[in-house]
Each structure stands twice: as C-alpha cells, then as structure tokens.
C-alpha cells in the first residue's frame, strides 16, 4: 500500500505486537486514503521519522484494512497518532496537530529511557 512518496511504512495488525516488543519507542499514525485531515498529518510523520531515525519508530496504520485495531484503542475519528512506550499505549494525539505536539511527545519519552 505504500508508494515511492511515503518514508513511513503501512503495517498489518498482525506486524503490530511485533513491532511493539522490538521497538522502545512506536509512533503508530492511524489513517485513510479518503481522510483529508490525514494528508495533512502524513508530511509530519514522515518529518518525524527522518529526525527520529534510529530512535524511534513511526509506522501507519490503514483503518479500512485494519478496523479491529483501530476499534482496539477505542479510536473514533482519524488522523489519530498512538505513540507507545516499551509496549504501553502513552500518549494519543487526535486530530489535526502541529508537527511540535508529535516531537514533543517522542522526546518526553526518549527522556525516561
């Protein structure tokens, strides 16, 4: 699902508790192709992924191929970014944000590392 423009990678619910217990830091972004709001948020994801490299991961997450997870998280409008600390859900930004809101909260965590 990804395309060449895309720096952050789609994953699969099933990729996902995986991903959890390799990673200290996960940034999930919660999106939809038809989500205008989202192509706002995607720019600054991929921003946060260049910055963060190594650090921490950022990943998406297709809410029409993957309801069960979105429903999982009690989520009920996207953009939505879930960011997870040693495999806990810490923090969730929903809606519209400025990029600040998003490295603000990875660095509050690489801070208790």
């Not at 990804?2 to 940034?27: C, H, M, N, P, R």
């Not at 997450?61 to 429903?71: C, G, L, R, W």
Request: charged share 25%; hydrophobic share 40%; net charge negative.
């Amino acid at each position: 699902m990804s395309t060449e423009t895309d720096i952050v990678a789609y994953i699969e619910e099933g990729e996902f508790d995986t991903l959890l217990s390799e990673q200290k830091i996960v940034v999930v972004d919660f999106t939809a192709t038809w989500c205008g709001p989202c192509r706002l948020i995607s720019p600054l994801m991929d921003q946060l992924a260049q910055e963060y490299f190594g650090r921490a991961k950022v990943v998406k997450v297709d809410v029409d191929n993957n309801k069960p997870m979105f429903k999982k998280f009690g989520l009920r409008s996207i953009p939505a970014v879930l960011i997870f600390f040693n495999g806990s859900l810490a923090e969730t930004i929903v809606g519209v944000s400025p990029y600040e809101d998003f490295s603000s909260a990875v660095d509050k965590h690489l801070v208790q590392e």
